[in-house]
């Protein structure tokens, strides 16, 4: 089961998407996003997160 990134919680800052190993984060209209074909839920991204805008699907 793939991360995934609460828009609303989001705050763009993409710190996740430097953490990802497998670069499966992208920003898209001012927030980041997860491609769950890519990930490999090692949970870097959620672990990064400043808001704990990210969680398991």
Do not use: F, H
Request: charged letters at 25%.
């Amino acid at each position: 089961m793939a991360y995934k990134i609460n828009p609303d919680e989001c705050l763009g800052c993409c710190a996740c998407e430097g953490a990802c190993p497998s670069s499966a984060i992208s920003e898209n209209d001012g927030k980041c996003v997860i491609d769950p074909d890519s990930c490999v839920e090692c949970g870097a991204c959620a672990d990064t997160c400043p808001v704990g805008a990210i969680s398991k699907e």
